[in-house]
């Protein structure tokens, strides 16, 4: 097993020295590069889940490969930018390629199987979801196919691990073999490609029918709910009591486990690790402005663990420990198709909805998830639909602790607003950016019960990332909340943003730290907030300026990495004046009829 | 041939033979290409997609304005007179 290093670009990696890992979408390839590589990668059981590359130490024999996790493809005739990504790999060689087929699907899995082959690199096909096949009645005779093939296929269900140590061998015997990699006919031959693909297919359901049994199996509890969820009806009531019970589980589990542990723990009224600090540096600081700037109000020791540990980290976790799970269930495919009317009349095709879920959780994920679209428009409405009015789960704790003080209509108002403004950007966008969005294609996933082991590695993942992504600039936002606060700046930052936040906003002064830190983190726009003293407009003007405020740093440079400067810098700077116009409106509105 | 319908107003639970599909790539790499044979799960309501199973195994969704210009024919068993649409 090895260690994961940082990334490389494609062409730094030597043909000769990788080995790729290659399949149709949404067939366990991520699965295999986690246990062949031990390295993490983030599996879902939806198409499109792995849009970008990975790659990791594989030891075979006495020398050390390089495994790629290449996106997803149908074919060597990509359909989307991440679809051009594996196309890319093949075209630059490799040693050899794992490509994994699905069991269940195997007519499919072999067109893009028998176009691999062309390419005279060695490979080795593993047959994965073969107890799903099994669930489905179909027997695949993998010793027949091994022979239609002309290379070693090796039965395996990934998430079990079963079969990974037979794929080891086998690689190890075929590179031991003096194998040598050479693909001539896959750069620049899309012509030569598109005369053959009639025969490829047709070759493809001969080999299907030929290695594939077929008995009649009845339908399991899975398969029937599967079609249910999918179906018009009761699919959308099944929908809509899903949406709900995921926010239940996110804010009364949110609200218990703080409840219960976190703000005994990490409250700065009190809790025991906070008192601990302050006991602590009190015993040895002088009193005086360092001494506050480490365990004051806004001390580094006081509200790092309050904002982030009590205030952000259990809706978090509660978030992805429902979104985790109907992502490997494989239910988001099925909201995409549900609501693909709705989304068509925004502009965007359905399958957009899995990104906006997504961004529920975190922009960043979302906006490069949204590779798997097959078109620049679709991907640029849905990106600036999300950083307007998608808050990431952190933002959303920290507003369901801000509205949680005030009156129960809040919060909802709060959703339904984000809602109109999504409409509102996701039209607009939609007019204003050219080209086209692609009707709706997707392909709908068996539902399965998620794997336990899998499902708790990926939730540990995400939480790793949280905690280490987030660690520096929540630090960094936290240290200078402090610095502001403790050391007098804020005064002076807060008159001259008198005008602003006071006479337009309806705020407090002092609330001009809330647009400073939001800069650098999402939910920095809301935390502040909680230690004023606010009135219940001034909590919600809040609220909606912190909704639709800029997209944190992360967000701003994954827009320009995306999408170039000149569009994340369009989004950033709209998001900023729509934030207070808005706001002030809501608030100056208000005022009227108080 | 005079008995050949689209996908958007196929009927609900028939199966039908593939004749003709619009030039994209992605709905031929799903397996809807001419010649293929497919079952029309349902449609969805407002102009939303048709849900197809393709083959007897896998599962797509197919949004109305392609659906519209998918052509088929009532399943004979006979997948000779097939082409694709330019």
Redesign the interface.
Known sequence: MSKPHKHKHRHEINPQDRILLMGNPNVGKSVFFTELTGIHAISSNYVGTTVSYMHGHLPIGDKEYTLIDVPGT??L???SDAEAVAVKFVGDGAKAVICVLDA??L??NL?LALELRQCNIPIVYTLNLTDIAERRGIEVNHKLLEQELGAPVIPTVAVKKSGINELLDTLRDMLGEGYEASCKKCQDCSKERSME?KEI?ETAKQISRRVCK?TMSKPGFLDKLG?NM???FPGIFIAVLVMALLIGVVVGGGRALRALFLLRLFSSDGGIVVEFFRNLFASFVPEGVFLNILTGDFGIFVISFEWILALIFPYVLMFYIGFSFLEDSGYLPRIS??F???M?KLGV??GSLIHTLMGLGCAVPAIIGSRAA?TRKERIVISAAICFAIPCISQTGALLSLTAAFSWWMMPAMVLFGLFIFVVVSLISGKLVKGKV???????PNLLMPDRKAYGRKLLIRMKHFFKDAEIPMMAAVVLAALLAETGALNVIARYAEPLMSRWLGMPSEAVVALILGIVRREMSVAPLLALDLTTLQAFVGGIVSLLYIPCLSVFAILVKEFKLRIAAVITVSTIVIAIFVGGLVNQIAQLFI | MASEISLHKAKTNNIYNVVAVPE????????I?AGATLRV??H??????T?VCV????????????ASLVSLAPETGDTDSVEDVA
């Open positions: 149908y074919s005739s990509p359909s269940s699907n007519e499919r067109a693909q297919w077929k079609e999918t179906k018009p198709v549900l693909d009317n709705i068509r095709q359905g097959t692609d009707p709706l294609i997707i392909e709908v | 994209m790539e992605l709905l031929k790499s799903l397996g290409r799960i349902c969805y309501p407002l102009g939303g997609p849900l083959e007897d195994c896998a599962t797509v969704a197919v949004g109305k304005d392609v």
